[in-house]
């Protein structure tokens, strides 16, 4: 299968490295300059140094170029540039099948990528969102990986992964494209939290704690957004989940534990060099949940942290003094 892979980051780059051995694939990044990089040196130095890549991977500044004779395009850009690729997308007048893998809620607006796609691409019957948990580094080193693919066509879900299956890439197919969204996005806020309790040495026990409550949050407003319980409990879930709170690999992770050490948001950032996804959806998980009247509790602490400046040992404080209730969803 031809594939187009927009977004030249790590995990584009992951993917792009690990579907080559199967499919004919384009990677295009927007940066003409990053083009440059990948062409001169064969490696993503910027973003995704220790991998060379194929030899079979063409790469491209040009969206044109890269969706001729394109049978799937691929979006893996972080969810701040997803509506500005689809636009992009829009301009070159091809009716492409679309899957992204971009997780979180844009700024400002509090949207889910599909609810994007809707806007932009309102006529977009082939498309559908890939998520699950999965570090760039194991994906592109060929190590077993699961992931789910949702989109309200089943047949077409079925046929994507029928192709992007693999012994090391299994791919399960869902049609909750509301809950695999909300998992892979409210995980990442939940996984600060997680780093920050690891950075204060509150042990093992604090963790699981703040993973299972912080399971019931995603789900709690998951539900309430319309995405079905099934699958919080399954890949896109509480195996993203699972992933990222516990994984060194994981960006948000690293950020908490940097809160923790009480370096500045600014700073903590700047060291990153990569999208931290969770710190830029807090806000908007954060204000979801008022307008639903869900209690997000672990939510609010990480927005306090990001958003006021309150110290993160004062943040896990309010946690723990919470009052004692029944453990419901």
Same mark, same amino acid.
């Given at each position: =299968?031809?594939?187009? *892979?927009?977004?030249?980051?790590?995990?584009?780059?992951?993917?792009?490295?690990?579907?080559?051995?199967?499919?004919?694939?384009?990677?295009?990044?927007?940066?003409?300059?990053?083009?440059?990089?990948?062409?001169?040196?064969? $490696?993503?130095?910027?973003?995704?140094?220790?991998? !060379?890549?194929?030899?079979?991977?063409?790469?491209?500044?040009?969206?044109?170029?890269?969706?001729?004779?394109?049978?799937?395009?691929?979006?893996?850009?972080?969810?701040?540039?997803?509506?500005?690729?689809?636009?992009?997308?829009?301009?070159?007048?091809?009716?492409? !099948?679309?899957?992204?893998?971009?997780?979180?809620?844009?700024?400002?607006?509090?949207?889910?990528?599909?609810?994007?796609?809707?806007?932009?691409?309102?006529?977009?019957?082939?498309?559908?969102? $890939?998520?699950?948990?999965?570090?760039?580094?194991?994906?592109?080193?060929?190590?077993?990986?699961?992931?789910?693919?949702?989109?309200?066509?089943?047949?077409?879900?079925?046929? =994507?992964?029928?192709?992007?299956?693999?012994?090391?890439?299994?791919?399960?197919?869902?049609?909750?494209?509301?809950?695999?969204?909300?998992?892979?996005?409210?995980?990442?806020?939940?996984?600060?939290?997680?780093?920050?309790?690891?950075?204060?040495?509150?042990?093992?026990?604090?963790?699981?704690?703040? *993973?299972?409550?912080?399971? =019931?949050?995603?789900?709690?407003?998951?539900?309430?957004?319309?995405?079905?319980?099934?699958?919080? =409990?399954?890949?896109?879930?509480?195996?993203?989940?699972?992933?990222?709170?516990?994984?060194?690999?994981?960006?948000?992770?690293?950020?908490?534990?940097?809160?923790?050490?009480?370096?500045?948001?600014?700073? $903590?950032?700047?060291?990153?060099?990569?999208?931290?996804?969770?710190?830029?959806?807090?806000?908007?998980?954060?204000?979801?949940?008022?307008?639903?009247?869900?209690?997000?509790?672990?939510?609010?602490?990480?927005?306090?942290?990001?958003?006021?400046?309150?110290?993160?040992?004062?943040?896990?404080?309010?946690?723990?003094?919470?009052? !004692?209730?029944?453990?419901?969803?």
């Amino acid at each position: =299968m031809r594939l187009a *892979i927009l977004g030249a980051g790590a995990w584009g780059t992951a993917l792009a490295i690990n579907l080559s051995a199967r499919h004919q694939v384009t990677l295009w990044t927007k940066d003409s300059n990053h083009l440059s990089e990948l062409l001169s040196s064969r $490696i993503n130095l910027s973003f995704f140094p220790d991998f !060379p890549l194929p030899d079979n991977l063409y790469l491209t500044a040009s969206l044109a170029e890269a969706l001729e004779n394109t049978e799937l395009v691929l979006i893996v850009v972080p969810v701040s540039g997803f509506g500005e690729t689809l636009h992009d997308l829009v301009k070159t007048c091809k009716k492409t !099948p679309v899957i992204w893998g971009c997780k979180g809620f844009e700024s400002g607006t509090a949207k889910l990528p599909h609810q994007i796609v809707a806007e932009v691409l309102p006529d977009q019957l082939s498309c559908g969102v $890939i998520s699950g948990p999965s570090f760039a580094v194991e994906v592109a080193r060929g190590l077993p990986t699961a992931l789910t693919l949702a989109s309200e066509d089943e047949n077409f879900s079925r046929e =994507m992964a029928s192709q992007l299956h693999s012994k090391n890439l299994r791919i399960y197919t869902s049609q909750d494209v509301i809950g695999v969204e909300t998992g892979g996005a409210i995980k990442n806020v939940i996984t600060i939290a997680a780093g920050i309790s690891d950075g204060m040495g509150y042990g093992h026990n604090a963790r699981a704690a703040l *993973i299972t409550r912080g399971l =019931m949050e995603i789900t709690r407003l998951g539900l309430a957004l319309g995405g079905k319980m099934e699958t919080f =409990m399954g890949l896109a879930g509480v195996g993203d989940l699972l992933l990222t709170c516990t994984g060194d690999l994981s960006r948000n992770r690293r950020v908490g534990l940097l809160l923790a050490a009480g370096k500045p948001l600014s700073g $903590i950032l700047s060291e990153l060099g990569h999208v931290a996804e969770g710190v830029h959806t807090a806000s908007a998980v954060l204000q979801l949940g008022r307008k639903f009247n869900v209690d997000m509790p672990i939510t609010e602490a990480v927005c306090k942290i990001l958003l006021e400046g309150m110290p993160a040992r004062a943040a896990v404080d309010m946690l723990l003094n919470r009052e !004692p209730k029944a453990e419901i969803y």
